[in-house]
C-alpha cells in the first residue's frame, strides 16, 4: 500500500526550529515524484508551502515562509524534509506532504497531487 508519513511535528516556541520529513512506503519511489507541503490552520483553508521537484532543482515557497523554510530531499531513505526556521505562532497548523508524478502546471493547486500523508501538527505558542 502506497503511503507517505509525516513525523517531526510538535510544540515549539517562536523563533524555534523544527523539521518535518515525508517517509514514501516502498512501493513509491519518491525520487520519481515532485513533492509539496501543504499546511492547514484551524479554521482556514489548506495553504500552499513549498515546492521541491523531482531532481531537487527547482523548489518553490509561499511568500509567508520564504527564506525560513526550505525543503530537502534524502533518495537513500525515500524521504522529504521540511527545515522550518524562525517559527512563528501564524505558522501553527497540520502540515502535509503530497506527492506528484511529472511537473504540476500550478504547484499550488492541492487538487493535482497523486498522494497525500495524514498530517503532522506544528503549534507555535509561547
Known amino acids: 500500500q502506497v503511503q507517505l508519513v509525516e513525523s517531526g511535528g510538535g510544540l515549539v516556541r517562536p523563533g524555534a526550529s523544527l523539521r518535518l520529513s515525508c517517509e514514501a512506503s516502498s512501493e513509491l519511489s519518491l525520487d520519481r515524484y515532485a513533492v509539496a507541503w501543504f499546511r492547514q490552520a484551524p479554521g482556514k483553508e489548506r495553504e500552499e508551502v513549498s515546492y521541491i521537484s523531482q531532481s531537487g532543482s527547482i523548489e518553490y515557497y509561499s511568500d509567508s515562509v520564504r527564506g525560513r523554510f526550505r525543503s530537502s530531499r534524502n533518495t537513500s531513505t525515500n524521504t522529504v524534509y521540511l527545515q522550518m526556521r524562525e517559527l512563528k505562532p501564524e505558522d501553527t497548523a497540520i502540515y502535509y506532504c503530497?506527492?506528484?508524478?511529472?511537473?504540476?502546471?500550478?504547484?499550488?493547486?492541492?487538487?493535482?497531487?497523486?498522494?497525500w500523508g495524514q498530517g503532522t501538527q506544528v503549534t507555535v505558542s509561547s
Open positions: 503530497a506527492a506528484i508524478w511529472g511537473l504540476p502546471h500550478d504547484w499550488k493547486d492541492p487538487d493535482l497531487y497523486d498522494y
